[in-house]
């Protein structure tokens, strides 16, 4: 996105559907007197520049620069409004906010006992809903209206709504602790990647447990045991036991599908935990539930009383053809999976400005990885110079690294080999500058490096030597994840086979079907 378009008010007006700018311009003009407003006037502005430009508005002479930036900030909170009315925006969520609003505008009037029935709706509402701390800021204002002794309650009153206070509390701090951990171990795992030998392991153990709050899980509420299944799904993956992250992910998903009402309120999570449910599945070749678990999550976004919106779409999107690609990857179907790709770039435009640059790079390494296994290495390595190339870019170290292997891999592959010995050197001063490599990764290099120097007949038997040393990393618990980024075995076999890589892929899926 450009540095133009990045304007946040530009971005909202540009991110409205055609409903959703119709009903805006509608509420505006409810009052005559809003007719011949600025802010409207700015708004018909803003919605036909192809991108944001200061000048273009400046010329239409509506307001002085001075003044744009107030203009601005009211025009983006009167959008806001619009889209709060909107009903295409309406859940539960807003719905008791709203009925809590209602209530204290009833309190200040005072109205208490009128104030007392919206709030005890709307708490009821909440309870049910799993939004205790929406409830808990109802108690409150319940706890606060008794207290002025106006309403002649019942005399159990009090004690009802301390034990309320006090529950709601309670679980409220429990959810708070357990999703503070969670974000802690997401956050490692974003600056640290997964453990990569045993003192790193006890190190994540001992940070987990000391955080990890104690409590039963049979005594606890949707919201609650979504936060403990997290918790522990991070801390899975962070030790890479993906067997523990299956039972977690797995445990988040049934949660969803056992009470539907929360996916309508909680999209969001419903797709992530379907999404880390997948990746662990992959981790692990399960293919059929695999396949069974990708199948299921597209045809629930494709139900009607599935929620829509911009981020939901974006994240659907991300979400499923992430995992599109890796069951391609899992069956050797590479080039079946090719016509994908166009679909894939084509949806990247549209989200741009609703997916991350790390994600869309992810993308770009799966297209570059699937090109790699169809054979066409030149249109791999296009995908995998957009990586290496975006120097602003935070990513995850491992996965810059791989994307820097399979790109000297690719120029081996395509014959170009007129600058590799530049790439190799490039690529291992940057390997250097990464803490703990993969064993992986330091032998794959160093026969890289050595490949000058190998007359054409002894190749093939290198390839075999390189092949024998690997294969005792594919049960190593903390090197085996390196194969799964690029698959070096494969390789190897390919080029002692002299087979195509999708053809030793592929037979050795389909030697797992009949294992199984």
């Keep these: 996105m450009t540095k133009e378009q990045k304007d946040n008010l530009f971005v909202l007006i540009k991110s409205l559907s055609k409903s959703e700018k119709r009903q805006f311009k509608l509420y505006v003009g409810r009052l005559g007197v809003n007719e011949d407003s600025k802010f409207l006037t700015l708004f018909n502005i803003l919605e036909k520049l192809p991108f944001y430009d200061e000048t273009a508005i400046l010329k239409k002479g509506i307001v002085k620069k001075q003044q744009l930036s107030n203009l601005k900030a009211h025009l983006y909170k009167q959008i806001l409004i619009s889209l709060r009315l909107n009903p295409s925006h309406q859940n539960i969520r807003i719905q008791i906010r709203e009925q809590l609003d209602f209530a204290t505008i009833l309190y200040h009037k005072g109205l208490y006992k009128q104030s007392l029935k919206i709030l005890d709706k709307a708490k009821g509402l ?3 809903n799993e939004e205790k701390n929406i409830a808990y800021e109802i108690v409150e204002l319940e706890k606060v209206i008794e207290s002025q002794y106006i309403t ?3 005399s159990s009153r009090a004690d009802e709504l301390t034990i309320q206070a006090k529950e709601l509390s309670q679980q409220n701090v429990l959810a708070s602790k357990l999703s503070n951990l969670s974000l802690q171990l997401y956050g490692l795992f974003l600056k640290t990647g997964y453990v990569k030998n ?9 940070y987990f447990n000391d955080r990890m709050p104690k409590c039963d899980i049979n005594t606890l509420g949707f919201r609650e045991k979504l936060w403990f299944f997290k918790a522990h799904l991070w801390y899975s993956f962070l030790t890479q036991d993906f067997l523990l992250c299956y039972k977690y992910s797995a445990k988040w998903v049934t949660l969803f ?12 999570f419903f797709l992530k935990g379907n999404h880390y449910l997948l990746e662990s599945l992959y981790y692990l070749r399960h293919y059929e539930k695999f ?3 990708l199948q299921r999550l597209e045809s629930v976004t494709k139900e009607s009383w599935f929620p ?12 499923i053809y992430n995992n599109k690609f890796n069951l391609h990857f899992i069956e050797g179907s590479f080039k079946e999976g090719l016509p994908m790709i166009d679909k894939v770039l084509e949806n990247l435009k549209s989200y741009h400005d609703r997916i991350d640059e790390h994600h869309i790079m992810v993308f770009y ?10 054979g066409e290495n030149k249109k791999c390595i296009f995908f995998l110079e957009k990586i290496i190339d975006n120097k602003s870019l935070e990513m995850r170290e491992d996965l810059l690294c791989f994307a820097r292997i399979l790109n000297l891999v690719a120029h081996y592959e395509a014959g170009l080999d007129y600058n590799l010995e530049t790439l190799i050197k490039s690529t291992f001063k940057f390997l250097i500058k990464m803490e703990d490599l993969y064993e992986v990764q330091k032998e794959f290099i160093k026969f890289l490096r050595g490949l000058g120097d190998i007359y054409p007949n002894e190749v093939r038997g290198e390839f075999i030597k390189l092949h024998q040393k690997l294969k005792q990393y594919e049960d190593d618990p903390y090197q085996n994840r390196a194969f799964l980024y690029l698959d070096i075995i ?22 797992s079907l009949l294992r199984k």
């Excluded at 297209?367 to 790699?372: D, E, K, P, T």
């Design 308 to 319: 829509v919106d911009d981020n939901l779409e974006g994240l659907a999107f991300l979400y």
């Design 257 to 268: 599908y056992d009470n539907k009402d929360q996916i309508v309120l909680n999209p969001v």
């Design 490 to 511: 494969s390789w190897l076999e390919s080029k002692i086979e002299s087979k195509p890589i999708s053809i030793i892929i592929k037979d050795k899926f389909e030697a």
């Design 291 to 293: 396949k069974e678990s």
């Design 126 to 128: 909440a309870i049910a």
């Design 198 to 206: 045993d003192k790193e392991n006890k190190r994540v153990t001992k």
């Design 365 to 374: 390494y799966k297209i570059a990885s699937l090109y790699f296994g169809a």
């Design 152 to 154: 002649r309650s019942i």
